[in-house]
């Protein structure tokens, strides 16, 4: 008996001996090849539980890397995915310049080498290695992750999983897992824009810095911060005895990232057991069901279903989604709509996208609404606010417990319309056509949503982190789950008591104006007396912060830049969008900076909220800084000038980047910064107003005198924005101006 623990030291050293020299065994060199049909079709690591090599897929082969698993094996990485089969006659043979696959076809390298390669290895973690002549790791497959990662590895910043198309097929799928650069790991379907509102799983981390998704060899999934920080995503019960448990974490086909153990020895089934999801709901996943379809779950299966009126595309590939089986949408233009079409109602489902209108109504006015439209084919009834929407209707989704109403428009069956039946025929190529109108407006055309109070609330943590505050309201940070995109909520305080409606045409104005030097409006919030509007957040701080309060002011041409591209915001308002908008209260405390400096107007559109009429008292606004123009003063008509005035005088400031209102030390009173420069500019002493910077001068010139040409008393004086940034820009002579 007492030399039982001798003998199993014995064994262990024996074993250990063994298992190093396999080890040298499996180390593949060069010239060694691998093809499906003759021995050896794969290259096995020294457990021999992961292969590298030709595995079946479809008629073919396909090469990858896998687990043993029984019954069936567990693909975990594939080269080229999306490449067609291989035939059973292939080649792949290790080379110095990498793996070397050869059909009747041709050559082609399948791994890109930056240096010559030595050997390569499948190691025990499932990590397919290739070394240099000096034993240095030069490419492993742990660095390009198709869907899963196994224990040991990582999912870097930037990096992402993508699902597979099935079990059985390992070509790109529908959805990906993405480790995004703000520290969040995010799940959105493949064919989105990525907006927050197409992510349906995330962490919710957002510390940024260097965030890895890691899993370790006993089963732990985690979030690894720089430092020790660890979130940890599901920890996997693991004893010493279960030794050979191999863990694995695949964004699977149908959009669910989940954590699986293998076991080779205890419980002997290496199928794989589910240790954790990221969704206990498969319909969460957006995009599970295609176009036009909506989900409905069970505890254990979730199916898709077309809307009404729509049929399947391929009814044996229902997330190909569904089409409409009538829809012209010429003959609703040409005849009066409700004589061809009518509504039918679904409750309780739901979809995603935005609508191109959100307004206020009641439930019958929202269906007679859409049926006259002819751009609306669905409307969506809840809470007191109708939604009207294009096709296609994406991320539908049955949801029992809200009180929802669906409208879908219907063709009314008639004799008389046997005809236009065979226009329909052409359908399918108009469907294409306008899915992809409808993509357009899922990228931006019209994006307003509409939030809850307490979905703000939320978004914002309780309204914590006040971001600053001005004559409109304080301004909140706040993230959008899922996404997790940064906003900055913005709760009106002092909005003149309007009606909903005029609220709500006016948001709609702001919200459909699109130019790079705006703040996106991105939705809001009624309920009652609270109005709030969600913005996308902008994260460099305010024009006034650049010009006035760094150390380093920005460089001369940094400076024409943004001058240049404010003007062109300001444009835009005045003259290029639908419903002209005049600022009325334009300073660089209302130009924000965003990651690429590029300035951003905020608060457009916002004025004509605390001032129903433009001529009306003006009390309202609190007016400081000198921004604005003489005439809001007198009472009389307020025109676009009056921001090329407040446009004038940021000019000025950014020029010199002194603010107009400063206070001189030695004398204690305020000096007007325009006064000041129009001094310096009769005297011809310009360079004084960039004290010694090295500047083009005829630029300076040409912004100096735009500057004091807007700052003209006289409205009729000062230059249309059109032509500010015709002057600006050198195209056009500028008159010499006179003493504002
Ligand atoms: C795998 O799926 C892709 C995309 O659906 C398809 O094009 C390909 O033919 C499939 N491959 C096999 C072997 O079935
Ligand atoms: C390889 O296989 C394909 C079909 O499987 C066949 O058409 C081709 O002739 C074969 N090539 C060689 C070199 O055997
Ligand atoms: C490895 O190869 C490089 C050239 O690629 C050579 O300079 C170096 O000496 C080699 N090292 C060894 C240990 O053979
Ligand atoms: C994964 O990240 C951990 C923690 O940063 C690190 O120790 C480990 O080496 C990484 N693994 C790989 C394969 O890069
Ligand atoms: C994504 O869109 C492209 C082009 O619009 C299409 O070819 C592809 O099939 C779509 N993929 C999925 C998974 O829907
Ligand atoms: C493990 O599975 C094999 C067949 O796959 C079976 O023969 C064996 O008895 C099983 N072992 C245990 C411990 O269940
Ligand atoms: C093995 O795993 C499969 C799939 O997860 C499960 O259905 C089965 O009950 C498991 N068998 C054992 C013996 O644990
Ligand atoms: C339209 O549908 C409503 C309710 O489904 C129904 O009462 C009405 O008769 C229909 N109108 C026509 C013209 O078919
Ligand atoms: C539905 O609502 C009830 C009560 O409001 C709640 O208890 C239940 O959890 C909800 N179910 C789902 C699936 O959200
Ligand atoms: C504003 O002007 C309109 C006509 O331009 C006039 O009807 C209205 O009474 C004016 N409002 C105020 C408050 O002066
Ligand atoms: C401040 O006042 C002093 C004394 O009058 C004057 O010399 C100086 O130019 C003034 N500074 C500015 C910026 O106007």
């Known amino acids: 008996m007492a030399n039982v623990p001798v003998l199993f030291l014995l064994l262990f050293i024996l074993s250990g001996a063994v298992g190093a020299q396999l080890q040298q065994s499996n180390m593949i060199a060069l010239g060694s090849s691998l093809s499906p049909s003759t021995q050896p079709n794969s290259w096995l690591s020294r457990s021999r539980l992961f292969a590298f090599g030709f595995y079946p897929q479809g008629s073919g082969f396909a090469i990858g890397i896998w687990l043993a698993s029984k019954p069936a094996i567990t693909v975990v990485w594939s080269a080229n995915r999306d490449d067609a089969p291989v035939s059973s006659n292939a080649t792949l043979e290790f080379t110095r310049g990498g793996l070397l696959f050869h059909n009747n076809q041709g050559e082609e390298n399948i791994i890109d080498l930056q240096e010559p390669a030595f050997s390569a290895s499948i190691l025990d973690s499932g990590n397919f290695v290739i070394y240099n002549n000096e034993s240095r790791v030069i490419w492993e497959s742990f660095h390009f992750p198709t869907d899963t990662i196994l224990g040991g590895q990582n999912l870097s910043n930037g990096h992402k999983l993508l699902s597979s198309v099935s079990t059985s097929n390992h070509s790109s799928g529908r959805f990906y897992l993405i480790m995004q650069a703000d520290g969040n790991l995010v799940a959105y379907p493949v064919n989105s824009s990525a907006q927050p509102g197409d992510a349906y799983w995330s962490t919710q981390t957002f510390d940024g810095g260097l965030v890895l998704l890691s899993l370790n060899r006993r089963g732990l999934l985690c979030l690894r911060r720089s430092g020790l920080n660890v979130d940890t995503l599901a920890r996997s019960s693991y004893s010493d005895k279960d030794k050979m448990i191999i863990f694995r974490a695949t964004l699977d086909a149908d959009g669910n990232f989940r954590l699986y153990a293998h076991s080779f020895e205890i419980s002997n089934n290496s199928t794989g057991l589910i240790k954790w999801s990221a969704l206990q709901n498969q319909c969460k996943a957006k995009g599970f069901c295609g176009v036009n379809s909506y989900c409905s779950s069970t505890a254990a299966t979730a199916d898709c279903f077309c809307f009404p009126g729509f049929v399947f595309l391929n009814p044996n590939m229902k997330s190909l989604g569904c089409y409409l089986s009538f829809i012209d949408e010429e003959s609703c233009r040409r005849k009066e ?348 002493e310009l360079e004084k107003l960039v004290r010694d910077e090295v500047v083009d001068i005829s630029t300076l010139e040409r912004m100096v005198k735009v500057g004091l040409l807007c700052i003209q008393d006289d409205p009729n004086l000062r230059p249309s924005m059109k032509n500010v940034i015709l002057m600006l820009e050198g195209t056009m002579d500028i008159p010499i101006p006179p003493s504002p």
């Open 337 to 684: 709509p409700t004589l061809f079409y009518n509504l039918t109602a679904l409750e309780n489902v739901e979809w995603g996208g935005y609508p191109y209108s959100v307004i206020l109504m009641n439930k019958e006015d929202c269906s007679l609404s859409c049926l006259e439209d002819c751009n609306c084919w669905a409307a969506l009834y809840m809470g007191g606010t109708c939604s009207k929407h294009k096709l296609p209707l994406i991320y539908g989704v049955l949801n029992r417990n809200d009180s929802a109403t669906a409208f879908f428009k219907i063709q009314i069956s008639r004799v008389a319309d046997v005809s236009s039946f065979f226009i329909y025929r052409r359908r399918l190529s108009r469907y294409k056509k306008l899915s992809e109108d409808a993509h357009l407006s899922l990228n931006g055309e019209f994006t307003l949503r509409s939030f809850s109070y307490s979905e703000l609330e939320k978004v914002t943590d309780g309204f914590k982190e006040e971001l600053g505050r001005n004559s409109f309201g304080a301004v909140y940070k706040g993230a959008i789950s899922e996404g997790g995109k940064l906003v900055a909520v913005k709760r009106l305080e002092r909005v003149v008591e309007e009606g909903e409606s005029g609220f709500r045409a006016e948001i709609t104005t702001i919200g459909q104006t699109h130019h790079r030097n705006l703040v996106r409006l991105l939705g809001f919030c009624i309920e009652g007396t609270r109005k709030l509007l969600v913005y996308e957040f902008i994260n460099k701080g305010s024009l006034a912060d650049l010009l006035f309060k760094v150390e380093r002011r920005p460089s001369w041409r940094e400076r024409v830049r943004i001058a240049l591209e404010v003007a062109r915001g300001i444009l835009y308002l005045h003259e290029e969008c639908e419903a002209r908008i005049i600022h009325c209260n334009i300073k660089p405390q209302h130009i924000l900076m965003d990651d690429s400096w590029t300035p951003k107007i905020s608060d457009f559109g916002l004025a004509k909220l605390l001032m129903p009429n433009q001529n009306g008292t003006l009390t309202s606004l609190r007016r400081t800084g000198g921004y604005s123009a003489p005439e809001w003063h007198k009472n009389t008509l307020i025109t676009e000038k009056a921001d090329v005035y407040s446009f004038g005088v940021v000019l000025l400031e950014i020029v010199c980047c002194r603010s107009n209102m400063e206070v001189n030390v030695s004398t204690a009173d305020e000096v007007l910064l325009s006064n000041w420069v129009y001094k310096r500019f009769v005297t011809r």
